[in-house]
């Protein structure tokens, strides 16, 4: 069983966000904004197809609402949960942002943020490979039934 | 003079929305999108502080408002004006538009994605320095009003 509150936790509830976008057509990416007290702030996928709008991805929107949420463009003491690696572009807000921790699931070895060449703020945390295994089949899956 | 659709010219619009910045108390930064004949698709300018919004900076605003006009999310044929080198977060959102050409007038040495290690789309040309020192004295104006 899962442990309430731990990154195995929050990270189930950012794949349930990444299946809604899964049903929806998109490319099933999640993701989580939570506060050190354990709130959750944020909750959102990814909308580029239905949005046509490549900046809609999971973590954009989920920034977004969590600094609308806590009236601050700073998520200080917030953790992003995202199911897959940050791409340069998410990387370059979390950055700006000063998240205090990011906790990704499955590896993006082409578009992710390591191998394009991104930078998060030094203040940032960053753990990776939660839950990875789930993440990464949802993605798989979908990229499958497409072809 | 300008020449009509010329590449000054088009800074100079996006100028124009970095000057509204200014009176708003944001970062000056503008920007515009046009497409192949000239028609401007969207004008942006910084708006982080406003909507206490870290990914509120004007190209993002400019690439979300000029999809939705064209029903796309690609920018094919589009060329970006902006009065500074994007951030790696911008220059992520440009490389997942394909957008056709970026035209940037003041190098941000500190930030910019040349600098942070941020890649563009490699079907999209670059060129900064179009009316450098009116992008560049705009922002050092700000940041000495603000001290």
Sequence with gaps: MTAI???EYFMQMALNEARIAYDKGEIPVGAVIVS???RILAKSHNLTELLNDVTAHAEIQAI?????FLGSKYLKNCTLFVTLEPCQMCAGALYWSQITRIVYGA?????????MGGQIHPKTQINGGILKEKCSSLIKSFFEKKR
């Excluded at 977004?64 to 609308?68: C, D, I, V």
């Excluded at 590896?107 to 191998?115: A, V």
């Design 5 to 7: 509150f731990s990154d």
């Design 107 to 115: 590896e993006d070895p082409k578009r992710g943020f390591k191998t």
């Design 36 to 38: 050190a007290d354990n």
């Design 64 to 68: 977004s609402a969590a600094a609308n």
